[in-house]
């Protein structure tokens, strides 16, 4: 099991939570807990995986060069 199938599931259960909340306490607190946890669950809905994009880091070079990859700003001296 993925780990964004994971963080749906509890935020599903999150969401659950917070609506019997709201229906027992009806103030601003669950209010805003559940429309917190709806937007996290639209966002986790709608977002990709790093590793699921097909994103890939490729360096070409050509004679007599050196190749510097790095994930963030280099300095070379």
């Known amino acids: 099991m993925k780990v964004n199938s994971i963080l749906v599931i509890f935020n599903i259960l999150g969401i659950i939570g917070a609506l019997i909340w709201l229906m027992t306490d009806p103030s601003w607190e669950p209010t805003v807990t559940t429309i917190g946890l ?17 994103i890939t880091m490729k360096q070409i ?17």
């Open 38 to 54: 709806i937007g996290s669950l639209i966002a986790l809905l709608y977002s990709k995986n790093n590793n699921d994009s097909g």
């Open 61 to 77: 070079g050509g004679k007599n060069s050196r190749n510097y990859q790095s994930g963030r700003d280099i300095n070379i001296n």
